[in-house]
């Protein structure tokens, strides 16, 4: 009897474990399905942080690392580290490249079109209905007072941000002189934003691969005076081997260009005989009924052509600023105000400064504003095309380089870019802050709100959204006592 008690003990015993480890083994499978997201349940999460990423920047990234690291586990710290330094160093804004990095590392290409478009849609559809509101809410008493006040905090908001980066990134005395010259020459120059970060760029990469470098081995070299003398005769003898060419090389170009010159002029003239020994025939005419329906495909098809050639002028645009827009949405705003409002004349001053006000009080990456130009010079159809231009040019780039991100952060060329780059960001920031408080701000009752507001963000660091809000409350109430 204790043999049989003991075997069916055993046999519960090995059932149990049994039991145990199907359970075990069930619930990771579970806690791995659960964590390897869907492309649905990334389109969602992305979602509900468009949703609600009001302030932009590190706010909106810091709710992307608690959905993607803490609650999702999709990433680990260092992965997600890692994703959050290629985000700034790309085009765009940072936290649509580190959504973009976020659906690239867990389904891939499709992944992140999916996180991206999650992320901006919310934003999006918020701006095309303030867009259509916007002309309705001009007309409305006191409208004015409002919109003075975000665009006092707005300035503010943009001055505190190149405080912050100028003084966490520039550490050397030429990028601060890099820093000031962007600056005078976008505000008072008119010098374009392209140029400005293509020239900071290449300057960059000379001081950091090449000038520095050199400074510092010839510092280092003795004999300075003789390893002088020895590129100087270097110069000299290349000058000359040089000029001996040009002195003694007599054919070859010269003499072609010339028998070329001759051949096409006699080629001309022969055309010419032709044209004039061949009688001219005579016009047929065509019937008024043929010229109707041609008449009508015309008239129709030339609206539609030209709504078609706009569409591609806008999308021209904004893709070449989504590729150079180094720094984060506000360093758009001098590139964008030169093309759209001095060049092409679709938005006015006060227009263009409305929609930057509006696109920082509403969720997601302040970019957003690309929307509401959009929807203003071509509707929603264009609204969707700025949208997709202004985030196209990014959205690539992170996909490109987070695919090799070991490779593009130990890229010297592509380092030394950025710290050229860097500082013109900061100059690009602060003629952004000039530009828009020329248009924005008209009275001293908004120079002194912008003061305000500017103290309150370095001194208390809030969220910008209940900044620029509550200055344009306090503005509106202003406005009850002094116009």
């Not at 290349?238 to 096409?264: I, N």
Request: hydrophobic fraction near 50%.
């Amino acid at each position: 009897m204790l043999t049989q008690v003991d075997k069916r003990a055993s046999k519960i015993k090995k059932r149990a474990r049994k039991m145990r480890t199907r359970v075990r083994d069930t619930r990771r499978e579970l806690e791995r399905i659960a964590n390897t997201p869907t492309l649905g349940g990334l389109f969602l999460s992305l979602l509900k942080i468009g949703l609600v990423g009001f302030g932009g920047g590190l706010a909106v990234i810091a709710q992307i690392r608690s959905v993607a690291v803490q609650q999702r586990r999709w990433l680990t710290e260092p992965e997600f580290a890692a994703g959050f330094a290629l985000a700034q160093s790309l085009p765009g804004t940072a936290a649509g490249n580190i959504a973009t990095y976020v659906g690239l590392r867990v389904r891939g290409w499709r992944g992140a079109a999916v996180a991206m478009a999650g992320f901006i849609l919310p934003s999006m559809l918020m701006m095309i209905v303030l867009a259509i509101l916007y002309r309705h809410l001009r007309h409305l008493p006191d409208t004015d007072s409002l919109f003075h006040g975000l665009n006092a905090a707005v300035v503010a908001l943009i001055i505190v941000t190149a405080w912050r980066i100028g003084r966490n990134t520039l550490g050397k005395p030429w990028q601060w002189l890099l820093a000031i010259f962007a600056c005078l020459v976008v505000a008072f120059f008119g010098a374009t934003v392209i140029e400005v970060v293509l020239t900071a760029g290449v300057v960059g990469i000379f001081i950091d691969s090449f000038a520095e470098k050199q400074l510092r081995k010839l510092a280092q070299l003795r004999g300075v005076a003789s390893r002088r003398k020895r590129i100087a005769a270097r110069i000299t003898l290349q000058r000359r081997r040089r000029r001996e060419r040009e002195t003694h090389f007599v054919g070859g170009y010269l003499t072609r260009a010339v028998a070329e010159e001759r051949v096409r002029r006699a080629a001309l003239q022969k055309a010419r005989g032709k044209a004039a020994d061949t009688p001219q025939t005579k016009e047929t005419g065509e019937s008024p009924q043929k010229r109707f329906p041609s008449a009508v495909f015309l008239g129709l098809s030339v609206p539609l052509l030209a709504k078609v050639a706009l569409l591609l002028t806008l999308s021209t645009l904004f893709l070449r600023i989504g590729t150079i827009t180094f720094g984060g949405g506000f360093v758009m705003i001098p590139l964008i105000e030169a093309e759209v409002v001095d060049a092409h004349h679709w938005l006015t001053h006060q227009e263009f400064v409305d929609a930057t006000a509006l696109g920082q009080i509403t969720p997601g990456p302040v970019l957003i504003t690309a929307t509401f130009i959009g929807y203003r010079v071509a509707g929603t159809l264009g609204a969707i095309v700025t949208t997709i231009s202004i985030f196209l040019p990014s959205f690539l780039m992170t996909i490109a380089a987070g695919s090799s991100l070991a490779r593009f952060h130990t890229n010297r060329i592509v380092q030394s870019f950025l710290k050229g780059v860097t500082p013109a960001v900061v100059g690009l920031l602060v003629a952004a802050g000039i530009s828009i408080g020329r248009s924005g701000i008209h009275t001293w009752v908004g120079f002194m709100i912008a003061v305000i507001a500017g103290a309150v963000l370095v001194r208390f660091r809030p969220n910008p959204i209940w900044v620029i809000l509550g200055a344009g409350l306090l503005r509106l109430i202003i406005g009850f006592f002094v116009v």
